[in-house]
Each structure stands twice: as structure tokens, then as C-alpha cells.
């Protein structure tokens, strides 16, 4: 099945450090949201962005959508043990829709 | 607003067996969604219902897995008979906007096939 790439695939960083992850297409987006899961937790909606070039913030976190659409990213400004989890992406194109990215898993160590 | 339910939240089965999970989604919610979630991956959709007809089951394996959702409310998912490959968590999903919408998502369903 198709798949949809984030870099890194795993990330461990000092309690206060920023973090980012990527999410790659090779086609262009319809619109890309963005998830949650805490370990053994469900997927929370973080975000949703849909224009070119659209930036997005929520306290902390920093979401950013390509001015090609066809790339995201999420970035964590001075990360805090309760930003630990995995975070998806999940976008949706003509060719493909709720097709969940492959994550990328955060730990934040205090 | 009362979240998505789902239960059972825990099952062990052996394989060749049946097993059916139950989900209800958010009120008011025209969408619904099965999605399978192997360990260390991410959700991988099953099948898109919205109201009680079937908007994608492309990846559904219709020779084991069958859903419904009568009267566009609740739903059941159900395997038969189960392969080992089937352990995973069985996430349900719902929105009010289709392709749109975020998707809340209900505590899930962890299959063990032994």
C-alpha cells in the first residue's frame, strides 16, 4: 500500500530542546492534518492545514504546510515530558485519502 | 460531548476464531471509520462509512473482515476467521465533515490471535 514518509522516525531530546518532524509526499496535497498518540493512547486532531505556504500555531507547536503542498512539518518549540508520543501525519490527495503517515515517536527525557 | 465508544477494549482469541467489536460513534457524526493499527505503525484505514453506505473498503480483506453500520449510527466489525496477522489495535473514528473534517477517534479495540 501507498505510504506516506516522516523523518526522523524516532527522536530523543533533552526536556527543553525543540524538535521537528517532516512529512513527505510525492504528490501534491489537498489538505494535511496532524495527530497525536500518547503510548497506548488513541490519535488526537492537532491541526488541520489546507493553503499553500499556511503556518499554523498552537502555543508551542508550529505547523507549517510546503508552498508546493506537497510537504509539511511540525515543530516543537522547548519540548516538555507531556509532549512525548508519536505524531502523524495524515494527508489527503486526489490519489489517496487517510493515509496515516509513518509517525515519528518522541521522547523527551527530563 | 460524549467521545466515541468502543468495546470490547481487550480480546484474546485463537486463530480460525470469530471475534466482532462494536463502535459508537460521536452524536450527530455522518461519518464513520474501521481503522487497523499494527504495532509501531500508524492507522491504516479499513473502510469509510458515511451514514449506513460505504464510501471506501478498498483496503478491507472482504474474504475475512466484514462491517455494517445499520441505521448510520452504530457500527460492527467483524473477522472470519482470524490470522494471526490480525493482532492489532481496531480503532473506530468518526466526523461531522467527511473528507474534511478531523477525525475523533474512540479508545480502540487490542486484538490478540494466538
Known amino acids: 500500500g501507498q505510504q506516506v514518509m516522516q523523518i526522523p522516525q524516532y527522536q530523543h531530546v533533552q526536556e527543553g530542546e525543540d524538535f521537528t518532524t517532516y512529512c513527505n509526499s510525492s504528490t501534491t496535497l489537498s489538505n494535511i492534518q496532524w495527530y497525536k498518540q500518547r503510548p497506548g493512547g488513541h490519535p488526537v486532531f492537532l491541526i488541520q492545514l489546507v493553503k499553500s505556504g499556511e503556518v499554523k500555531k498552537q502555543k508551542r507547536l508550529t505547523f507549517q504546510f510546503g508552498e508546493a503542498k506537497k510537504n509539511s512539518s511540525l515543530h516543537i518549540t522547548a519540548t516538555q515530558t507531556t509532549d512525548v508520543g508519536t505524531y502523524f501525519c495524515a494527508p489527503t490527495s486526489g490519489t489517496y485519502k487517510y493515509i496515516f503517515g509513518t509517525g515519528t515517536r518522541l521522547k523527551v527525557l527530563a | 460531548e460524549a467521545g466515541v465508544a468502543q468495546s470490547p477494549r481487550y480480546k484474546i482469541i485463537e486463530k480460525r476464531q470469530s471475534v466482532a467489536f462494536w463502535c459508537n460513534p460521536i452524536?450527530?457524526?455522518?461519518?464513520l471509520y474501521w481503522y487497523q493499527q499494527i504495532l509501531g505503525q500508524g492507522p491504516k484505514l479499513l473502510i469509510q462509512f458515511q451514514n449506513n453506505g460505504v464510501v471506501d473498503d478498498s483496503q478491507l480483506p472482504k474474504d475475512r473482515f466484514s462491517a455494517e453500520r445499520l441505521k448510520g449510527v452504530d457500527s460492527t466489525l467483524k473477522i472470519q476467521p482470524a490470522k494471526l496477522e490480525d493482532s492489532a489495535v481496531y480503532l473506530c473514528?468518526?466526523?461531522?465533515?467527511?473528507?474534511?473534517?478531523?477525525?475523533?477517534f474512540g479508545p480502540g479495540t487490542r486484538l490478540t490471535v494466538t
Open positions: 452524536s450527530g457524526h455522518a461519518t
Open positions: 473514528a468518526s466526523s461531522s465533515l467527511g473528507v474534511a473534517g478531523e477525525q475523533y
